[in-house]
């Protein structure tokens, strides 16, 4: 999936994204339903080397968890579920743009030994693909 796909789903899923130099790192917010970035495409942005597309793939899953789709727990409950989040989040991006493995293979027991982990990031990804149910 590229990166004029994912708008395309962001857009259809009424998510907004937002360029700003305001900020450090990419990140959605909640409450008001946005992602925020602050990259130039194409450009390693994290430890991982994720590029943009990884990036808005990664948030989009954020976004899948708000109230008004999936209502996932580990989105309401950000501080105290943030492992879980982080972990369904970087699943889905892999998921949704077949990139990024190699960059977590540390990581990989960690990442994949929670079976409702994965469970949740494939739930998100088909949502954001096909929309409908929660």
Known sequence: MNLKQLLKIAKKHKIGIKYTEEIDIPCYFPE???????????LPI???????TQIIAHELIHASGHKERL???SVK????????????????????????VEKVYYKWNELFSNLDNQIKAQ???????????K
Do not use: H, P, Q
């Not at 409950?77 to 990139?99: D, Q, V």
């Open 77 to 100: 409950c950000y501080k105290s579920m943030r492992f879980t989040e982080e972990t369904i989040a970087i699943l889905g991006s892999i998921i949704l743009t077949k990139k990024g």
């Open 123 to 133: 739930k998100a990804v088909e949502y954001l693909l096909y929309g409908g149910r």
């Open 46 to 52: 994290n430890e991982w080397g994720w590029d943009t």
């Open 32 to 42: 008001t339903d946005i992602i925020l970035y602050c990259f130039v495409e194409g």
């Open 71 to 73: 209502n996932r727990k």
